[in-house]
């Protein structure tokens, strides 16, 4: 029953979504502009908190220390490259293709004193991958980025290259929930559930593609977290901000206001029917 | 809670003509989902969530992406809410 096709998109959809103004952003995201989910523990209050608490809950996980290095593939604005160096005192490269996002979390990192614990790199992973340094990094992380990529199984392999010998990647995503989703949609390309729950273009996979390609590179798989409902919320909480700030959306390009609620609208519809948000942990160990 | 198929029928089609903003179209048990103007996947989506959380079940995949007429989801709703009281 469920079916809608559209025309398939181009990767280069990818860079124009993120690489709009970061007024744009600043109007629905949280005040770190975090481009993913929250995470609503039991006290959390609004989408600042939530997202404070993932960018915690991500450096737990991946053991992030003093000056622990970290790569961050597809850091977006910045949240978790600015959070690591300045909450964890890690050492950090983040890597963006959009050159604004890159020239932003440059700017604040500056801003903030991180200058010296923060590099970005503005290309794409896999112009960038060979020229990174085998074992290192202690840590990586991928959040809600892999999906853009070309060749995934490649970044997973390069992520294992880049990792020492014990160190921790985190990857976060937006998934179908199961194979059996995948392949209604794999005949019906380009449908509205793979183009709008990824913001930009991207393929939209079962996580267990990405469990098999962590365990063909050689990770240990550490830890599988839902964080479905968790997201629901988060783009609820996008999705009301975009509404209270409409004057201002409206004036950057009139009838955004209306085209990001039903990005937010169509995402939210298929948690747990089509889609999973999942966030997956793995070693660089046997 | 009992509830009888034409009650869930009448409720899908509620649910359908405020989803789909249709307020003065025709909608029968009979009619094809897949058929009606401004339908798209997350729409009907958003009409399986709206039903299932009036009556507290959750319907199974087959029924939510095999279905085409509203008295087939009618129906699952009824036996799927039977089967929670029996």
């Known amino acids: ?286 | 809670m009992e509830v009888t198929q034409t009650e869930v029928e009448a409720f899908v089609i509620a649910t359908v003509r405020e989803v789909l903003d249709l307020p003065d179209r025709e909608i029968t048990p009979e009619s094809d989902l897949r058929d009606l103007p401004g339908v798209e996947s997350i729409k009907l989506l958003r009409v399986i969530s709206k039903v299932e959380k009036r009556y507290g079940v959750e319907l199974d995949d087959d029924v939510i992406f095999d279905s085409s007429t509203i008295a087939q989801i009618a129906a699952a709703i009824e036996s799927a809410v039977a089967a929670r009281a029996g």
């Open chain 1, 1 to 286: 029953m469920v079916s809608a096709a559209r025309p398939s998109p181009v990767p280069a959809e990818t860079n124009q979504h993120y690489d709009q103004p970061p007024d744009v952003f600043a109007h629905f995201l949280d005040a770190r502009m975090k481009y993913s989910s929250g995470l609503y523990e039991d006290g959390v209050r609004g989408l600042d908190e939530a997202q404070e608490r993932k960018l915690a809950f991500i450096c737990d996980q991946l053991h992030l220390g003093r000056d622990g290095r970290l790569l961050d593939i597809g850091c977006g604005w910045g949240s978790l490259t600015l959070y690591a160096a300045a909450e964890r005192g890690a050492r950090v490269v983040g890597i963006t293709p959009a050159p604004r996002q890159a020239d932003y979390v440059r700017t604040r990192a500056a801003e903030l004193g991180l200058a010296e614990r923060v590099e970005v790199i503005c290309a794409q992973i896999d112009e960038v991958a060979a020229d990174l340094p085998a074992g290192g990094f202690d840590a990586l992380a991928m959040v809600g980025s892999i999906v853009h990529f070309r060749d995934k199984a490649a970044t997973v392999r390069e992520a294992y290259r880049v990792l020492r010998k014990g160190g921790l990647v985190y990857l976060s995503e937006s998934c179908f929930r199961n194979a059996a989703r995948e392949r209604a949609f794999a005949e019906r390309p380009g449908t509205l559930f793979v183009r709008d729950t990824i913001f930009g273009w991207g393929e939209l996979l079962p996580v267990s593609r990405y469990v098999a390609w962590f365990e063909d590179a050689g990770f240990s798989l550490t830890g599988l977290t839902d964080l479905s409902d968790h997201y629901a919320r988060t783009i609820e909480d996008w999705r009301s901000n975009a509404l209270r700030n409409r004057a201002q959306l409206e004036a950057l390009e009139p009838g955004l206001t209306d085209r990001l609620v039903r990005y937010f609208e169509a995402s939210n519809a298929g948690w747990g029917y089509t889609t999973k948000h999942y966030a997956l942990t793995a070693a660089k160990r046997r």
